[in-house]
């Protein structure tokens, strides 16, 4: 056999290599490259610093949504309650219906349930083992919509897609304790000079490049495109959308009183069609692959005015937060440049100077590196000659104006990126003892770090070996599944928008598989876009109950007054989302069967009250309705009393002196 030939030679025995054809050059594939490229660069490729905030978003969102059933969790998840979890295994909501809430019956264990829910949820928004809690979070979110289906608005659906999608993001990446930990792993810095080392991490600036970013961009625009072509009738074009909507008693908040009292209706009509507008401007202002550098600030903006003027006029549950929420996903790499130069232009730089022989000190300097983002600090140590230096110190090298320990510690918050916003929740999250608490730490310095693990002698640097074969492979895999999968779910959700919407041509309508169906119908993951379509609702209405207890008192146990049965005054019935859905629906005769646990909770109400004497003899829910006043009129009209249940206690018969009780009316139906 001949030697081996100098790299790059082919010997006399080496077998000839057959030449590679290069797949850029078959005429079919180089169209579908450049395709995919171009795919890649203008909608797949997503900034780490805009999922790490996107994270902060929803996952304040999702806790805050979280707390707000787990105020109603007795009434609303308990058998306790008005809609019992038996009743609702018996007879579900929805074909695919799966909810862990359904193993929680009592009041102690449903809290418990919410507990743990809240704990996943405020993990997720830290960025604490951030793919672990983001599935938990989706399988806690799902479970609350399951639980309570009869309740469900859009909001709930944008809250499912959003806490879905974010699954198939690695948004841990920046901006979360998972990245911080990661840092201290990779880097241990020893010295001062290290400290002034911040070389960024090759794995906290890498660009995510996945599938999952076309399918957020446009799911987001598919919701605003059907959101205008759905809104078809002509309370719409005739431009009165908003009086009807600010008339809805049952939906508006208190806000909203005063607008529909005064904003005259030659107004009111610019600001309906201006709705129109704006949802049809940011399609192809998300959609845009040019100019984004202005198209996404000014869909967010939009966004924001939009869905923020919702939230606080109407009472829709999580759709106006989760819509917002959803615009944290537009920012851009030049979006974050430009706000780091303007921040750093505004911030103050400090000298750091730390107490050169405390570890605590040098490890809070760590800390203080990692999220000086903006590089306006510089770290010294303290001098040798100073026996007993301040923990930490602050020193304007232009002005040699300086502070110590917690006044310095103010000066550094604020000149760190948001620590001007952040400096004063930590106060009042230590109610206003955070300079006490900080004299203490210093002065106890050393006990602390000892406490804490803080060793006088730092370990050397963990070497970050290179991933095996194996682990690179595994990975690629990985990656793969995950991209089949989101890809397979965005197959789903374009056949879920075909059927759903009703402006779609009745030939594209189809059957889907039943791995199709329960692929989107177990998380609720719908794509049914139409709010207020094709007409906004022109009648309100809401549930009232005329009870007469054995003390003989007439009372509506969910206000506690006297009946109210009419609502021609009302100016806001000051229900939450979940109250106002649950009286809207439960007067559909689809919803008859969950009447009864409705009828269980009164004939326990005095229970409730721990008053033997508030026991119900006799009640009747009516559901009262009345058509909502015609446009540049005041006054509700055609108002209407629908018994939907009734109850009398058998043989029964007033005390002396108290009236007799009042006829049972006709129970009717009062929609379907």
């Not at 289906?149 to 859009?154: K, L, Q, S």
């Not at 999968?485 to 059927?499: G, H, I, K």
């Not at 939450?576 to 007067?587: E, L, M, P, T």
Request: aromatic share 12%; with cysteine.
């Amino acid at each position: 056999m001949a030697d081996v030939a100098a790299e790059g030679e082919v010997t006399a025995d080496a077998p000839e290599e057959k030449p590679r054809k290069d797949k850029a050059a078959r005429p079919w594939f180089s169209p579908l490259r450049a395709a995919f490229v171009w795919l890649r660069d203008h909608y797949m490729t997503m900034d780490p610093r805009t999922l790490g905030f996107f994270r902060l978003v929803i996952g304040f969102l999702v806790t805050a949504d979280c707390i707000r059933h787990w105020m109603d969790a007795r009434l609303f998840y308990s058998n306790e309650g008005i809609l019992t979890n038996h009743y609702h295994l018996f007879r579900p909501s929805s074909g695919f219906n799966f909810s862990i809430f359904h193993a929680f019956s009592t009041p102690g264990e449903v809290h418990v349930a919410f507990a743990i829910a809240t704990f996943c949820h405020f993990c997720f928004f830290l960025g604490w083992h951030t793919r672990i809690f983001s599935v938990l979070s989706f399988f806690f979110v799902t479970s609350l919509d399951n639980r309570l289906v009869m309740v469900e608005n859009g909001g709930y659906v944008v809250e499912n897609l959003l806490i879905g999608w974010a699954m198939f993001m690695p948004t841990g990446q920046r901006f979360s304790v998972d990245a911080l930990l990661r840092s201290f792993r990779e880097r241990k810095e020893r010295s001062s000079a290290e400290l002034n080392a911040r070389a960024p991490f090759a794995w906290a600036t890498k660009p995510y490049v996945s599938l999952i970013g076309l399918v957020t961009t446009l799911n987001v625009a598919v919701i605003y495109y059907f959101n205008v072509v759905n809104k078809s009738g002509h309370i719409w074009r005739k431009g009165d959308t908003v009086h009807y909507v600010l008339h809805l008693d049952r939906m508006i908040t208190g806000l909203a009183v005063p607008f529909r009292e005064y904003m005259p209706l030659w107004m009111m009509r610019p600001v309906a069609w201006s709705v129109l507008v704006v949802e049809a401007l940011l399609v192809p202002l998300i959609l845009a692959p040019a100019g984004r550098r202005i198209t996404r600030p000014l869909a967010m903006l939009l966004m924001t005015g939009l869905h923020g003027s919702f939230g606080v006029m109407m009472r829709l549950g999580p759709f106006s937060w989760f819509m917002i929420a959803w615009s944290f996903l537009f920012p851009q790499p030049v979006h974050w440049e430009i706000l780091g130069r303007w921040y750093t232009k505004k911030a103050r730089a400090w000298v750091v100077v730390y107490d050169r022989r405390s570890p605590l000190a040098f490890f809070m300097c760590r800390l203080l590196a990692r999220l000086d983002l903006c590089e306006r600090l510089t770290f010294e140590e303290s001098p040798e000659e100073d026996a007993t230096p301040a923990l930490l110190r602050v020193r304007d090298a232009a002005t040699n104006e300086a502070y110590d320990d917690h006044a310095a510690l103010a000066a550094i918050a604020r000149s760190l990126p948001a620590g001007r916003l952040f400096w004063p929740l930590f106060r009042v999250l230590t109610l206003g003892l955070s300079a006490p608490l900080f004299g203490a730490v210093a002065r106890r310095r050393d006990a602390v770090a000892r406490a804490l693990g803080l060793g006088t002698k730092l370990r050397g640097r963990e070497a970050s070996a290179p991933p095996s074969p194996l682990a690179v492979r595994a990975g690629r895999v990985r990656a793969g599944l995950r991209e089949a999968l989101v890809a397979w779910v965005f197959v789903c959700a374009v056949s879920q928008t075909v059927n759903e919407n009703k402006s779609v041509p009745a030939p594209f309508k189809h059957q889907q598989p039943w791995l199709m169906q329960a692929t989107l119908g177990y998380p609720r993951m719908y794509q049914g876009w139409g709010m207020f379509a094709p007409n906004p609702i022109s009648d309100d209405g809401s549930i009232s109950v005329d009870a007469v207890t054995l003390g003989g008192r007439r009372v509506d146990p969910f206000t506690g007054d006297v009946p109210d049965l009419n609502l021609s005054d009302a100016r806001g019935l000051g229900l939450n989302q979940i109250w106002q859905d649950y009286f809207n629906r439960i007067r559909l005769d689809r919803n008859k069967v969950f009447r009864h646990g409705l009828k269980e909770y009164l004939l326990r109400w005095h229970e409730e009250t721990g008053r033997p004497e508030d026991e119900l003899v006799a009640f009747d829910v009516y559901w009262l309705r009345d058509q909502c006043p015609l446009p540049g009129q005041t006054q509700p009209y055609k108002h209407e009393k629908i018994a939907i249940l009734t109850y009398r206690k058998p043989g029964y018969r007033p005390p002396p002196g108290n009236p007799p009780l009042p006829p049972e009316p006709k129970v009717e139906s009062a929609g379907n």
